[in-house]
């Protein structure tokens, strides 16, 4: 769950060392809404009050120990499935088997840097999500199953400097596409929320509301499947761009800008690398932040030069970026979001911004 005054997730750290639980207070903080207890029945008793979405747990915590205290974690329907990091001593070997039988514990050996503890955070609060995800009808549990997981491995390949493999990837698309067709997709909307891997969160969002904007403007079959596998693509080139570039709470610098623009050029080089990519991916992914007066890039195509795709990926990319949760903003209401949109005219399609809007509110996901 999220804290009652912030959309960031609430975490609980338990830790007996004042030094301890001040440090990575600190280190979350800028992620999550951080709540810090000395031993496990102050844990206990906020549990009971509010749920976090996550418990970061110290070998050292009193009054047995941090593995004894995931067992009783473990034994309460209240928070049996609620995911834990727990930072042990990489020679306390007993402590660690003893917590990875629990189940649903991301351990983390010490010491440790910030950007291992904000990675085992990330997969922390994914097992939660998507231990969630069983409670969904089963098609868009299928649909988030099968795109989180070709997500992740399209990340893999990314970093071993793999092609993508572009028909696996569609294939994974299936299920949302059936979910569009039904109009049953609001839990995968609902269901991708609070996942922690913020790429793979817009990427979806961008693949449904693609998804559901090309089925209302009349597109069907095969060519819907290629909207919603492009919405899944487009940004694929994010993953390239610096987590402090990418997470910047601030304005970016000149140069910052520059290499945050670069991702486009890097997903374009992936994807033609990759056999039978379909021509609208590539429109897409290449596209999607072109605006019609041609301040966009990496192009700087105008009028005409944009195609209607290239139109619609830049209204959803924008309306999905603007109501996305991040790390150093709350997501920005819909109806605000395309009121400003309604104000960006020289750069967007007008007529399919309405239709987008129109859209948004038949379906009830204003």
């Known amino acids: 769950m999220t804290d009652g005054q912030s959309q960031k997730p609430l975490v609980y750290i338990l830790g007996g060392n004042d030094e301890y639980r001040e440090e990575l207070s600190?280190?979350?903080?800028?992620?999550?809404?951080?709540?810090?207890?000395?031993?496990?029945?102050?844990?206990?008793?906020?549990?009971?009050?509010?749920?976090?979405?996550?418990?970061?747990?110290?070998?050292?915590?009193?009054?047995?120990?941090?593995?004894n205290f995931i067992s009783l974690v473990r034994g309460d329907e209240r928070t049996r499935l609620l995911p834990v990091v727990f930072t042990v001593s990489k020679n306390n070997g007993e402590a660690v088997a003893e917590a990875r039988s629990s189940g649903g514990v991301v351990v983390l050996g010490k010491p440790y840097r910030r950007s291992s503890l904000i990675?085992?955070?990330?997969?922390?609060?994914?097992?939660?999500?998507?231990?969630?995800?069983?409670k969904i009808e089963p098609t868009q549990r299928l649909a988030l199953k099968n795109t989180v997981t070709s997500f992740n491995h399209i990340a893999e390949l990314i970093e071993a400097g793999e092609p993508l493999p572009y028909g696996e990837v569609r294939e994974s698309?299936?299920?949302?596409?059936?979910?569009?067709?039904?109009?049953?997709?609001?839990?995968?909307l609902r269901g991708v929320r609070s996942?922690?891997?913020?790429?793979?969160?817009?990427?979806?969002?961008?693949?449904?509301?693609?998804?559901?904007?090309?089925?209302?403007?009349?597109?069907?079959?095969?060519?819907?499947?290629t909207l919603t596998t492009a919405g899944l693509l487009h940004d694929v080139g994010k993953m390239s761009i610096p987590p402090l570039v990418l997470n910047k709470p601030g304005k970016l610098t000149e140069d910052e800008f520059l290499v945050m623009k670069s991702h486009v050029n890097f997903t374009i080089d992936k994807l033609d690398h990759s056999?039978?990519?379909?021509?609208?991916?590539?429109?897409?992914?290449?596209?999607?932040?072109?605006?019609?007066?041609?301040?966009?890039?990496?192009?700087?195509?105008?009028?005409?030069?944009?195609?209607?795709?290239?139109?619609?990926?830049?209204?959803?990319?924008?309306?999905?970026?603007?109501?996305?949760r991040r790390v150093y903003?709350?997501?920005?209401?819909?109806?605000?979001?395309?009121?400003?949109?309604?104000?960006?005219?020289a750069q967007l399609d007008q007529p399919l911004l309405a239709a987008f809007r129109e859209m948004l509110l038949d379906a009830g996901t204003y």
Not at 37 to 57: D, H, R, Y
Not at 173 to 187: F, Q, T
Not at 198 to 210: D, E, G, I, K, Q
């Open 275 to 324: 056999e039978d990519i379909a021509r609208g991916v590539l429109i897409i992914a290449s596209q999607h932040h072109e605006k019609l007066d041609g301040t966009g890039y990496p192009y700087g195509l105008k009028g005409n030069q944009l195609n209607r795709l290239a139109r619609m990926a830049s209204i959803i990319d924008i309306f999905s970026a603007i109501t996305d």
């Open 195 to 225: 996942h922690d891997n913020y790429s793979y969160v817009h990427s979806l969002r961008v693949a449904t509301f693609l998804g559901l904007f090309g089925k209302v403007l009349g597109i069907k079959g095969e060519d819907l499947t």
């Open 173 to 188: 698309c299936g299920p949302l596409v059936d979910a569009i067709a039904s109009d049953n997709y609001k839990d995968i």
């Open 329 to 345: 903003k709350d997501p920005v209401p819909p109806e605000r979001a395309l009121e400003i949109m309604a104000n960006m005219e």
């Open 119 to 134: 990675q085992a955070m990330a997969e922390g609060v994914n097992i939660g999500v998507e231990a969630e995800w069983e």
């Open 26 to 67: 600190q280190s979350l903080a800028s992620m999550y809404v951080v709540k810090a207890f000395k031993n496990a029945t102050e844990g206990q008793f906020a549990c009971s009050v509010a749920m976090p979405v996550a418990l970061v747990i110290d070998e050292l915590i009193q009054p047995k120990g941090g593995a």
